[in-house]
């Protein structure tokens, strides 16, 4: 495993980074333990996972992550969760104001059985709060030591510069912006990774297998496999966007090439995302701990510029030109598909 520091902040994290979105539920706690075992044993010390995870039980996936980890030398993992999205029928239970930041962290507290989060990110921008109030609120739980480090995801390049402003002056540590990036999602690379790199925040991207689109297992005019995440009721809002025969050809056409690196077709796609200077970390989740190793094995190879521009003349189509998405105003996840609260 390769270790990295995160911005210029002096935390340091696995490059692969282990993830709990879509696969740490209720109904697969035994697996959910076999993958965290396997990220260990991989190297892997940095676990991602956000109060959301785990819906309509939220919650859940923080609790299957701290019992996983239940036993293993606090010190020697760095665990990230993340507060912002609705997790509950209140007014109060979703944004970040104070209230929800406060009771939010003291629940994720509880759920991972741990006294302090090593970084604590808000999940998406809230509009309806005040800056000040958001990162004041954030500073009184790293002065408390419930929180060691700040990061943000999805948030506009204009938003992290106004957050970096408040942190500076209340002199806590902001230090990670955690955005979608693949070969097939770049609209960080304009603007959110130049102004972060100014400012010294790291990127922890995740998707970086574009939903599994990267992998290479769904074709031009089949059905997806079973049990994939296009046929799940949750993943398949997200996958969707990829599933364009152009796009299906297109991650075709990388197999020649991660083939002559003896790399498989997401091993490439990881090996790519961790070449930009910017990216601290990629977040993988696993179904099964064989895929997690799959994964993890692609930290620290590195990928010659001839084999660079190999990758993007594949993405080109003759009829629809490049196919990655770069559009700088494509930050954030649509609210439409956002999850919301259930009962």
């Known amino acids: 495993m390769e270790y990295r520091r995160?911005?210029?902040?002096?935390?340091?994290?696995?490059?692969?980074?282990?993830?709990?979105?879509?696969?740490?539920t209720p109904d697969a706690a035994d697996l959910a333990r076999e993958c965290v075992a396997a990220a260990l044993d991989e190297g892997i010390t940095t676990f991602d996972t956000a109060d959301i995870y785990g819906s309509p039980d939220y919650g859940s996936a923080e609790r299957l992550l701290g019992a996983a980890l239940s036993g293993v030398r606090r010190a020697s993992v760095e665990i990230l969760t993340k507060v912002c999205l609705p997790t509950g029928p209140g007014p109060n239970d979703r944004g970040l104001s104070r209230k929800h930041i406060v009771e939010s962290c003291n629940a994720s507290l509880r759920n991972l059985g741990t006294d302090y989060i090593d970084l604590y990110q808000a999940h998406r921008y809230d509009e309806n709060t005040p800056l000040e109030e958001t990162m004041t609120a954030f500073a009184d739980l790293v002065r408390q030591g419930k929180v060691l480090y700040l990061g943000v995801s999805e948030w506009s390049p204009a938003q992290i510069e106004a957050a970096a402003v408040h942190a500076a002056e209340l002199k806590v540590p902001l230090i990670s912006n955690q955005p979608q990036y693949s070969l097939l999602w770049r609209v960080i690379e304009e603007e959110v990774v130049p102004t972060c790199t100014r400012l010294g925040i790291g990127q922890i991207v995740f998707s970086p297998v574009a939903q599994g689109v990267l992998t290479g297992k769904y074709r031009s005019g089949g059905r997806p496999p079973a049990e994939s995440r296009a046929t799940q009721s949750r993943g398949s809002r997200f996958v969707g966007r990829y599933l364009g025969d152009p796009v299906l050809a297109a991650v075709q056409r990388l197999r020649p090439i991660a083939d002559e690196l003896g790399l498989s077709l997401s091993q490439l796609a990881i090996a790519w995302v961790l070449q930009n200077p910017g990216v601290s970390a990629a977040v993988i989740g696993a179904s099964r701990p064989a895929q997690l190793r799959e994964n993890a094995a692609a930290a620290g190879r590195?990928?010659?510029?001839?084999?660079?521009?190999?990758?993007?003349?594949?993405?080109?189509?003759?009829?629809?030109?490049?196919?990655?998405?770069?559009?700088?105003?494509?930050?954030?996840?649509?609210?439409?598909?956002?999850?919301?609260?259930?009962?």
Do not use: C
Not at 15 to 23: D, F, H, R
Not at 313 to 341: C, Q, S, Y
């Open 6 to 24: 995160l911005g210029t902040g002096g935390l340091t994290i696995s490059a692969i980074a282990y993830g709990t979105w879509l696969t740490h």
């Open 302 to 343: 590195t990928l010659d510029q001839d084999v660079l521009d190999r990758i993007d003349a594949a993405l080109v189509d003759e009829v629809h030109g490049d196919l990655a998405e770069r559009d700088p105003n494509k930050i954030a996840t649509p609210f439409d598909v956002m999850p919301a609260w259930k009962s």
